[in-house]
């Protein structure tokens, strides 16, 4: 049975019914604390309502961010391309972006088009060295438990510098929580079950299962492993599903500006993107759920405010 963690400052607590039961580790860190399953397995005791902690990010810093790009049918579709020929990419994020579960997002000056993205985030356990082939059968093997992830996006700096690192390393681009869920091996079968829902002020913008993945955890992993090590407590970004606020042009649009002198075709589209109404503006909420249908399996529920630097 999966064991539900959170942090607070200072203090690791395991999560059961509603009430946080502390865990008697000296760990500071994800990895120590993966390394101490004992103690997060003999915590015992009264506890205490959730709704009194405030709680950080249950992955420490700093670690390694990784993440996948395009990485479900529909948000390859959204995006213009063909979900059966996207090759499993990936890009870094800045530890330095992520933040707790209930942190406010802080949307910086310069930015106008600030998008959302709901992801798995894969906790790693155990050393992936360079070289590694993961199998489905493999995957306790690395990986410890699971997180909800927010890949928040500056879509006017990612697009016309045609790179993603600043784009979403920005402080609190990445909110992560509230829980860690460390799965039992068996568990890891119904990954495919797990559902990511995103609503901004309760409506509903994205809403996928797992199943709509164009490669699968041990494929990226794998596919990551050619080149990149992990260690215990790095977090891999598994791809969002269709929803986002940024779409691909319909064809005859995009076909219209890639005539145009780049400075000219950027300005339009941008003006044009800012008159849709689905990215994150001062004042939103972003709402986030992972968990299977029956509840077995649980990430929680992410709440982000948005406001402006």
Not at 72 to 97: C, E, M, N, Q, W
Not at 195 to 206: D, E, F, G, K, Y
Not at 274 to 300: H, K, N
């Amino acid at each position: 049975m999966s064991v539900n963690v959170l942090r607070t400052a200072g203090s690791w607590w395991v999560e059961r019914d509603g009430q946080a039961v502390a865990v008697d580790t000296a760990a500071e860190t994800t990895a120590e604390l993966l390394a101490d399953r004992d103690a997060v397995s003999a915590a015992a005791g009264e506890g205490v309502p959730v709704e009194e902690l405030e709680l950080l990010s249950p992955v420490t810093t700093p670690c390694r961010v990784v993440a996948q790009m395009v990485n479900y049918r529909s948000h390859a579709k959204d995006s213009g391309f063909d979900p059966d020929r996207v090759p499993i990419t990936f890009f870094r994020k800045a530890s330095g972006s992520v933040a707790g579960p209930h942190d406010t997002i802080v949307k910086p000056r310069h930015v106008r088009l600030l998008d959302y993205e709901i992801e798995l985030g894969l906790v790693m356990g155990a050393d992936l060295p360079v070289g590694a082939t993961v199998t489905d059968a493999e995957l306790p093997d690395y990986v410890a438990g699971l997180v909800i992830a927010n890949d928040v996006s500056a879509r006017d700096v990612q697009l016309p510098k045609t790179q993603f690192y600043e784009s979403k390393s920005y402080p609190t681009f990445t909110p992560l929580g509230p829980r860690l869920v460390l799965l039992e091996p068996a568990e890891f079968g119904r990954l495919l079950d797990l559902r990511l829902r995103l609503s901004v002020n309760q409506v509903p913008r994205q809403d996928r299962t797992l199943a709509d993945m164009i490669a699968g955890p041990a494929a990226a992993l794998t596919a990551l492993a050619g080149f990149q090590a992990l260690r215990p407590g790095d977090v891999l970004l598994t791809g969002t599903p269709g929803g986002t606020a940024l779409k691909a042009p319909p064809k005859p649009v995009e076909l219209l500006g890639a005539l145009l002198p780049a400075e000219l075709k950027w300005r339009l589209f941008f003006d044009r993107q800012a008159r849709v109404p689905a990215y994150l503006r001062e004042g939103d909420v972003v709402s986030a759920r992972i968990a299977t249908g029956d509840g077995a399996i649980d990430l929680g529920c992410q709440r982000t405010p948005v406001a402006h630097a």
